[in-house]
């Protein structure tokens, strides 16, 4: 149509061209995706950017176009996202989110990314709205901002989901490996070198998020929460979340952890003599580990964590603590003590001995060179992640972690591919992040 703008004939002629510009926005159908899917199983953000795209699917005309806006909906204090329109993904240094981004869209898929901003409770409770000029909202998508969070700040709801996915994961015979299988995959490593050695670090992130992709193909609303144990907690050991344990008493734990056992280890075991919930006395500052990863690693292990597995005692004591889930809120922590520490120095750089200390691949060079076996080494395939025949060192394997609803997993397995765990620095996306630390390090607000 072509809009005539002299005379009262013109100016008529003016409103209808108006009018029907509008109802070309109003009518169009779009699609909004994440992730290049239609499926909502993989709608779920974290603080890194995850690709994202929109088009209009239906306009009633090929060579259509519509300005739109791209923002967020939901409540007040569920999740946020905020968007930034690149051509290739934001990394840390030039990641700036935006509340919302203006762009024009077609028939074509129109791509921009989106991170979360503030963390959902449990539910996709945000939306990504398209809206015309107007205001005319054109098409909604639901999306959760799924964060690790300090276990202790739970919602009663969130602690459920958590608990009923453990629950699911334990008693049923698949997906393979069971819950009982952890323990033992983690008790066959620590025989044959896993602690005491730089791997310890990126051997655990890789077994906590193996873990937490099993139970997110239960619910993936769930991720692994952590344990501040250098606190006190009202909330993690109760009976509707870890068990109760009461100094000089026997261990009661009540409600899951109560009928919690293990075929071959009978009933769950903590040592009565302490108290976990007035939490566990370091007796260091995390402000004052080393900056070099040769020295941090084992201060971190020794420090940090040995004590908390001392303390609380029974199966965590041993080589089969995977066996408590408690173990696994232990080392949520280990790892979230990990990332700040690279937050701090900027160690996310596999090449450098700085971020990693077993340089290369076996036998490794330098210093260290033939000191540790195969699957230490940064570039080395870290057992049980890998299928083939043993070394000589490590068992046959064919274990294999799940790609998961969001997030990928760098194949082979390797310490290298665990280090930059957001993909902040050039690395891939793991797909989960901490509720104190964002993609560029800075605090975020907490849900």
Same mark, same amino acid.
């Given at each position: 149509?072509?809009?005539?703008?002299?005379?009262?004939?013109?100016?008529?002629?003016?409103?209808?061209?108006?009018?029907?510009?509008? *109802?070309?926005? *109003?009518?169009?159908?779009?699609?909004?995706?994440?992730?290049?899917?239609?499926?909502?199983?993989?709608?779920?953000?974290?603080?890194?950017?995850?690709?994202?795209?929109?088009?209009?699917?239906?306009?009633?005309?090929?060579?259509?176009?519509?300005?739109?806006?791209?923002?967020?909906?939901?409540?007040?204090?569920?999740?946020?996202?905020?968007?930034?329109?690149?051509?290739?993904?934001?990394?840390?240094?030039?990641?700036?989110?935006?509340? *919302?981004?203006?762009?024009?869209?077609?028939?074509?898929?129109?791509?921009?990314?989106?991170?979360?901003?503030?963390?959902?409770?449990?539910?996709?409770?945000?939306?990504?709205?398209?809206?015309?000029?107007?205001?005319?909202?054109?098409?909604?998508?639901?999306?959760?901002?799924?964060?690790?969070?300090?276990?202790?700040?739970?919602?009663?709801?969130?602690?459920?989901?958590?608990?009923?996915?453990?629950?699911?994961?334990?008693?049923?015979?698949?997906?393979?490996?069971?819950?009982?299988?952890?323990?033992?995959?983690?008790?066959?490593?620590?025989?044959?070198?896993? @602690?005491?050695?730089?791997?310890?670090?990126?051997?655990?992130?890789?077994?906590?998020?193996?873990?937490?992709?099993?139970?997110?193909?239960?619910?993936?609303?769930?991720?692994?929460?952590?344990?501040?144990?250098?606190?006190?907690?009202?909330?993690?050991?109760?009976?509707?979340?870890?068990?109760?344990?009461?100094?000089?008493?026997?261990?009661?734990?009540?409600?899951? +952890?109560? *009928?919690?056992?293990?075929?071959?280890?009978?009933?769950?075991?903590?040592?009565?003599?302490?108290?976990?919930?007035?939490?566990?006395?370091?007796?260091?500052?995390?402000?004052?580990?080393?900056?070099?990863?040769?020295?941090?690693?084992?201060?971190?292990?020794?420090?940090?964590?040995?004590?908390?597995?001392?303390?609380? %005692?029974?199966?965590?004591?041993?080589?089969?603590?995977?066996?408590?889930?408690?173990?696994?809120?232990?080392?949520?922590?280990?790892?979230?003590?990990?990332?700040?520490?690279?937050?701090?120095?900027?160690?996310?750089?596999?090449?450098?001995?700085?971020?990693?200390?077993?340089?290369?691949? @076996?036998?490794?060079?330098?210093?260290?060179?033939?000191?540790?076996?195969?699957?230490?080494?940064?570039?080395?395939?870290?057992?049980?992640?890998?299928?083939?025949?043993?070394?000589?060192?490590?068992?046959?394997? %064919? @274990?294999?972690?799940?790609?998961?609803?969001?997030?990928?997993?760098?194949?082979?397995?390797?310490?290298?591919?665990?280090?930059?765990?957001?993909?902040?620095?050039?690395?891939?996306?793991?797909?989960?992040?901490?509720?104190? +630390?964002?993609?560029?390090?800075?605090?975020?607000?907490?849900?």
């Amino acid at each position: 149509m072509t809009c005539v703008k002299e005379s009262v004939l013109g100016r008529a002629l003016l409103l209808v061209c108006t009018a029907v510009f509008h *109802s070309v926005q *109003s009518s169009a159908q779009v699609s909004i995706e994440v992730r290049r899917t239609a499926d909502g199983a993989d709608d779920y953000v974290c603080w890194a950017p995850v690709e994202a795209r929109v088009r209009l699917a239906s306009a009633g005309n090929a060579n259509a176009s519509v300005q739109v806006s791209v923002e967020a909906g939901g409540t007040p204090d569920g999740g946020l996202v905020a968007f930034q329109t690149a051509q290739d993904r934001p990394l840390a240094a030039t990641h700036n989110p935006a509340a *919302s981004i203006a762009v024009t869209i077609t028939s074509a898929w129109t791509n921009f990314w989106v991170s979360g901003q503030r963390a959902s409770k449990g539910a996709k409770d945000v939306q990504i709205l398209v809206r015309d000029q107007s205001g005319a909202t054109l098409a909604t998508l639901p999306v959760m901002v799924r964060v690790r969070k300090n276990a202790d700040r739970l919602t009663d709801f969130e602690i459920s989901l958590f608990m009923a996915a453990l629950a699911k994961l334990k008693d049923q015979d698949g997906p393979s490996p069971s819950y009982s299988s952890y323990w033992r995959l983690h008790g066959a490593a620590a025989r044959l070198g896993i @602690h005491k050695s730089p791997l310890f670090l990126p051997w655990h992130r890789a077994f906590l998020l193996d873990l937490e992709r099993r139970l997110q193909e239960i619910d993936p609303r769930v991720t692994v929460p952590y344990w501040r144990y250098d606190l006190p907690s009202s909330k993690i050991f109760t009976s509707e979340f870890m068990g109760v344990t009461e100094v000089g008493g026997e261990f009661s734990p009540g409600g899951q +952890m109560g *009928s919690w056992a293990d075929d071959e280890l009978g009933r769950l075991l903590r040592d009565p003599g302490e108290r976990p919930a007035d939490g566990i006395n370091v007796g260091l500052s995390a402000d004052a580990l080393d900056e070099r990863y040769l020295f941090f690693q084992p201060q971190l292990e020794n420090r940090f964590h040995n004590p908390v597995h001392r303390s609380v %005692g029974g199966w965590l004591a041993g080589p089969s603590a995977p066996a408590d889930p408690l173990f696994f809120l232990i080392h949520g922590n280990v790892d979230r003590l990990w990332a700040h520490w690279q937050w701090k120095h900027a160690h996310f750089d596999p090449q450098n001995e700085l971020s990693y200390s077993a340089q290369g691949t @076996h036998p490794g060079s330098g210093p260290d060179a033939g000191y540790y076996p195969r699957g230490v080494y940064v570039r080395d395939t870290m057992w049980p992640w890998y299928a083939g025949p043993g070394d000589g060192h490590w068992p046959a394997a %064919g @274990h294999s972690m799940k790609s998961g609803l969001s997030g990928t997993i760098v194949q082979p397995t390797t310490p290298e591919s665990q280090l930059d765990y957001m993909g902040s620095h050039g690395g891939t996306d793991l797909g989960y992040c901490y509720d104190d +630390m964002g993609y560029t390090g800075l605090p975020l607000a907490r849900s």
